[in-house]
Each structure stands twice: as structure tokens, then as C-alpha cells.
């Protein structure tokens, strides 16, 4: 009995990380977003930031999430680790604002390009393969 109530507060907490873990990726992802388009960002920021932002933002994955294990490593790795390459790149003071305003805004915002990016690797992809079978 007691262990059973030291498991649900344990999972409990788990939940709880796992959703303010969940909404600091979406408050950078959209911190981003703006850190993108804002002219104080440096040059290598905006690249990183813009490629991050298109594709987490994307409707579409590069990996399906059908696909198993492989579909949700996007989801769970490389947005992850193209978010903190990203924020490395830009100043503390800038990154701090971006957030305070991304945390302000009503809605998330989409990416067309992101969706446009992954439709072209995966049409290039498929055309590859239709050669290597031809």
C-alpha cells in the first residue's frame, strides 16, 4: 500500500517534469521563431534558429511517426538538440526577451517551409530509389 502511493507521487512527478519539459520546448521553439526574424540576432543564430523552427513546426516529419522507434527519435532527439544548438548561438539578454515575448503570444506559430523541406527531401528520396531500382 505504501509503495503503491510512493509510485504514483514518483509518477506523478515524471508527469509533471515531462509536461514543463514539454512546454519550455514549445516556448523555445517559438522563441525561436522570433529570435529568427528579429535583425539583432547574429547570422549563424537566425540559420540555426529558422532551420530548427521549420522543421518543428512542420506538419510533416522526416521520419513518420508510423515508422517504429525511428518515428518519434525526431521528435524526441533532433528538435531537442537543434533547440539548444540554437539557443547557444544567441545572446542571453536577446534569448530572455524572445521568451518573455513567446510566452505572451496567443498561438504557435506554422511553417509552410518546413513542410515544403521535408516534401522535397522526400520526393528526392523516392526519386533516388526509383533509379537505384530502374
Known amino acids: ?16 517534469r515531462a509536461k514543463q519539459w514539454a512546454r519550455a520546448v ?4 517559438a522563441a525561436l521563431w522570433i529570435a529568427g526574424r528579429d535583425p539583432r540576432t547574429p547570422l549563424a543564430a537566425k540559420i540555426a534558429a529558422l532551420a530548427v523552427v521549420a522543421y518543428a513546426l512542420s506538419p510533416v516529419d522526416l521520419i513518420p511517426d508510423f515508422i517504429p522507434v ?9 528538435v531537442p538538440l537543434g533547440i539548444m544548438l540554437a539557443v547557444r548561438l544567441i545572446p542571453d539578454e536577446l534569448l530572455a526577451e524572445f521568451r518573455a515575448r513567446a510566452a505572451a503570444a496567443p498561438r ?11 516534401i522535397v527531401i522526400w520526393t528526392g528520396a523516392l526519386g533516388l530509389l526509383a533509379v537505384w531500382l530502374l
Open 26 to 29: 514549445k516556448r523555445d521553439v
Open 1 to 16: 500500500m505504501i509503495e503503491a502511493a510512493w509510485d504514483d507521487i514518483g509518477m506523478s512527478r515524471a508527469l509533471e
Open 108 to 118: 504557435r506559430p506554422a511553417s509552410v517551409a518546413g513542410l515544403a523541406a521535408v
Open 70 to 78: 525511428l518515428g518519434y527519435l525526431d521528435d524526441l532527439v533532433i
